[in-house]
């Protein structure tokens, strides 16, 4: 158990350090090498390691990232921009439309989705009008965990609490929904408060009008449309990768473009870096080190009281900021099916897996797959900024969501 916390503790550090200087090692890399690690030192048996592997995660990744290559090269992001521009002309109104796009999207269509989708439409904007995109993608980033909160389909976390305790979709949503919604709220509130003085009596209303406008091309139209249908097939049920490779074989077959730009086009270090993290959670796994602490704990709490949910959301709180959020789910919804009446706290392994992505940048899958794509950009979000609003938000969100499940 030692070594593979040391090589889980070295890998994040990495991670967390890659823009110090002399710190040459970047996401995908450090999250390779922990994973080799974990493998080499006999930590993991490498069975163990490709069973923990989510190939259909990896898959679904995979037909979205060449989705979204289609979007950016018709024109569709930068069509978006200026439309986001023309809604939301200062830099508050800006900020509070990312957050709630990101929420709305991962509502109806998975925050992986909204992350991938969305993050490029950000740094579009923000660059048409020569803003820094870090305070807009905190808030895209805030609103993509609080939203996948909300449905049933809102995150790989929801789906897999909705499948293991046999909740129906609405039965779900009709309780989460509100939650999720008051955080969303609270979290517009954090934001202005946080930015207040710095976008204080801003406009972009100057720079709009001078800008020349995007115009949707056959593959613009052709993707935007893909997008589309790939979301309500995600509303409707379809599996995740089917949906995403799908709509990501039509564009390939239909548009002009030779498969290979695209495939090139793409951001294949982003599934490297997914796939190695969940291997080296795998070996944390194996080893029980985190599964001791959840066993530990959980079976102590008998009863669906203030105080038992408290618990479950503060471990889990504890397990997300160490392992990510999906990991996490994982991790203790089979304990928590073995609890007596755990209605109740199906609904605080979802709060907190989803809230608690919020706290730090590690926190979250889809906070990750923004980062991985920003350093494709050569931008970056700084972990101390992001910490002083996703912690806050994390905690206030957090304690309203306890409050809102204990009242039942």
């Known amino acids: 158990m030692p070594l593979a916390a040391s090589i889980l503790g070295l890998t994040y550090l ?33 069975d163990q390691a490709l069973l923990g592997i989510p190939f259909d995660l990896l898959f679904f990744l995979t037909g979205m990232l ?42 109806v269509s998975l925050n992986l989705t909204a992350a991938l989708l969305l993050t490029p439409l950000v740094i579009t904007t923000c660059r048409r009008v020569g803003e820094s995109s870090g305070p807009y993608l905190i808030a895209l980033i805030l609103g993509t965990n609080l939203g ?5 389909i809102g995150s790989p976390q929801t789906m897999l609490v909705v499948s293991i305790s046999g909740m129906g979709f609405w039965e779900y ?15 517009g509130l954090w934001l202005i408060l946080h930015y207040r003085r710095s976008f204080a009596g801003r406009s972009f209303g100057h720079t709009i009008h001078v800008v020349s406008s995007y115009h949707l091309n056959f593959t613009g139209m052709s993707a935007l449309i893909v997008s ?19 709509g990501a074989a039509i564009l390939l077959a239909i548009n002009p473009q030779p498969p290979k730009d695209v495939l090139s086009a793409m951001n294949w270090p982003l599934i490297i870096f997914v796939g190695a993290l969940f291997v080296i959670v795998g070996g944390v796994a194996y080893t029980g080190l985190a599964g001791w602490a959840t066993s530990t704990i959980l079976p102590a709490l008998e009863h669906n009281t203030t105080a038992q949910v408290a618990g479950v959301v503060g471990l889990l ?45 590690f926190g979250s899958l889809s906070n990750l797959m923004v980062v991985e794509i920003l350093e494709g950009k050569s931008l970056r979000i700084g972990y101390v900024e992001f910490l002083k609003t996703g912690l806050p ?3 206030i969100t957090l304690i309203v969501g306890i409050f809102f499940l204990a009242r039942g």
């Open 148 to 152: 996948g909160a909300a449905t049933a």
């Open 66 to 107: 060449i989705i979204s290559v289609y979007l950016q090269a018709g024109n569709t992001i930068g069509f978006f921009a200026e439309k986001a521009l023309r809604l939301a002309n200062t830099p508050i109104k800006l900020l509070m439309f990312f957050l709630i796009a990101g929420a709305i999207v991962s509502a």
């Open 228 to 246: 589309i249908a790939v979301v309500i097939a995600l509303i409707l049920g379809a599996p995740m990768p089917l949906a995403a490779m799908t």
């Open 173 to 187: 949503t009709s309780k989460m929904a509100v939650i999720s919604a008051i955080g969303v709220v609270l979290a």
């Open 393 to 395: 938000v994390s905690l």
């Open 317 to 361: 709180t504890a397990l997300t900021s160490l392992f990510s959020n999906i990991p996490s789910a994982a991790l203790i919804s089979p304990i928590v099916a073995n609890i007596e009446q755990p209605d109740i706290l199906w609904f605080a392994v979802a709060l907190a897996t989803s809230f608690a992505g919020n706290f730090t940048l």
């Open 14 to 46: 990495l991670i967390a350090l890659q823009r110090l200087p002399r710190v040459r090692v970047r996401s995908p890399a450090g999250a390779l090498l922990g994973a080799i690690m974990m493998v080499a030192s006999g930590v993991l048996p490498v």
